[in-house]
């Protein structure tokens, strides 16, 4: 292999070169009168006090007409008999739809070739929903997690809340390695208000995946299909990594934790959610908070600062999981090269293996150095050969998957 010297600007400049020919910013001005959800309305204190996030003195508490998601989790400790912890994330909402909707609705209709009127348009009001409901910042949400009343937050300006909790352990002799848990909230509330602990001992195997055309065909290089896919379509599975992902289960066993990492906003997250439970191995989904209640937000979160962001948040699951053994899935769309490639360089010994999905409809992707040779060999400088490969049909990555978990 090559030495070629890789640094991240190699990835912005690919990003920069994908919205200039695809009409990223053209799109997302066209969406623009979207805008952001606004807060819902609150006393001056209250709004203030919301700037403070988790050291918010007087948080609010959920309230009937509110709208709560609790995200699923892994669990982890640092030593076989050590005490669990994991990281809980919650966001909040107002029920009552902002009067955006309407405008949010046509837009994106119009944006993707549709008809006033198309029978279309009533999937979009649906899948529209959690990016006009209106935020509440300052809430803080209560789950009963096997009897034990945690509270979360209170989130932040975004309405978000993430923590990091202890937890009691699993049951002890039924062999679960999963907890369902529930929002306590008045009547009346609704939401996720459901979510499931995932218990990861310290060693063993792991794998993080990227979702985005890696799994899911979203077209991320093409703004009008990521609006497609998203917002009109049915969520598609990439062909053959369904049954990749259920091989790969086998290899790692059900005691393996699964990491869904994808640049996509929260607002996707049930969507998301219902996408993962119907084709693959259940696992704890990441997500981006940034610019997360604007439709224009979900196009600039899938196509900028995406490397950082994946680094970022693979380093949160090395601090949880330093001892695993781990096993990166992504695609040529994005920056998951360049982003597993320095992942690897930081954490030699915990990453086994990379497997990369080239994606061949160069007319889709944009570049055509998105799938150059050069450019893996430059993302992955210094990661041994035998270490990550690239692929175009998931079937190749079988024997390869099951020579590494085997030695």
Known sequence: MSRLRYSTSDATSLESRTRSEHGFPDAEASLISVGAAKLSRASKLRDVLSYLGTKNPLPSPVGKDDVVWLMDNVAFRSSAGGP???EFVAATFSSKVSARFVDAVGDVADAVGLARGDAEEAVIEH????FVMDILPGKQVKVNFEGTTLKLGPGGRNAISSDLKKVPGPPKGEGTRVIESRAEVPEGAMGILEMKTFFAEPEGWGVISDIDDTIKITQTSD????LRSTFVADPTP???????????QTLVTKTAPWFYLSASPYNLYSFLREFRDAHYPHGQLILRDASWMTIPG????LTLGT?????????????????RRMILIGDSTQS???AYGEIYRQHKKWVKLILIRKVTDIAAIGTEEKNAPARFEKAFEGVPGDMWYVFEDPAECQEILHKVVSS
């Open 223 to 226: 703004p009008t299909g990521i």
């Open 336 to 338: 998951d090269p360049e």
């Open 127 to 130: 899948r529209i929903v959690p």
């Open 238 to 248: 990439v062909a053959g990594m369904p049954e990749l992902y259920a091989y790969l």
């Open 84 to 86: 669990w912890q994991a």
């Open 307 to 323: 490397e950082q962001y994946k680094i970022d948040r693979i380093n949160k699951v090395h601090r949880w999981l330093p001892r």
């Open 298 to 301: 979900l196009l600039s979160n």
